[in-house]
């Protein structure tokens, strides 16, 4: 069974590096994978339509590089059963978004784990890729794949912020980010993340995760953007999206050609 270079990087104490996509398209990944620059792909499936052959080939594509992983953004309406079938198809690791409670991270946390007594979730074995089908895989090996998952959860309500230290202390928690848009909706200010109340939680957050040895994880939309984060003590990031990537370089390539043909 594949390796999940995510979870292996965490446990050494590691700096990780992922990058978004929207896209379901296997060649995407491939292309991702040949740069050799990531150590993971998270597919934001929360702002995306897919099927679940989809994920089976977005697992596929994944498993052709031994040294990248892949999340999968899932959201809160039938996350359970989302998470599950992303997992199952290949996608390794899961960022849960929509969390208000200890008790909501709780419940994220049950759907990813075997249900063993030791793990105490409720995610049951099924004959499907990430167990091989059935016969190419032992349900111990899926048992340990499961305990492997990283778990990584979004705080971005007004709720999860108020509950936050309860929140980093629920076991089989890996890793969190803030979500400063979500945030904003929930304090009365959509829209406004760059006002200062929305600045302080998203500080308050990562201080509270380093101090409570849960890794902080930061969006950016490129690396100039990180030194500020790094310097509070950040080594987890997730930058850039396949779609952002593809606007700013048609509308910079496309308004210069443009330009330049009007001048001649």
Partial sequence: MKRNRLRELLNEG????????????????????????????????????????????????????????????????????????????????????????????????????????????IHGYGMRRSAGYGVGATPADWVKNMDDVVIAIMIEKKGALENLEEILSVEGVDMVQFGPADYSISIGKPGQVRDPEVQKAHQLMIETALKKGVAPRVEISSFEQANPFIEMGVRHFCIGWDTGIIFQWCRQQGQAMRDLLASK
């Fill in 14 to 121: 590691k700096p990780t590096l992922g990058i978004h996509v929207l896209s379901t398209w296997p060649g995407i990944i491939e292309v991702i994978g040949y740069s050799r620059a990531f150590d993971y792909v998270e597919y934001v499936g929360e702002y995306s339509s897919f099927s679940l052959e989809q994920m089976d080939n977005f697992g596929r594509a994944i498993e052709l590089f031994p040294d990248m992983s892949a999340m999968m953004k899932v959201e809160e309406q039938t996350r359970g059963f989302i998470a599950a079938r992303a997992i199952d198809s290949g996608i390794q690791n899961v960022l849960f978004t929509d969390c208000r409670s200890a008790d909501d991270v709780r419940e994220c946390v049950r759907f990813v784990r075997s249900e063993t007594p030791e793990a105490g979730g």
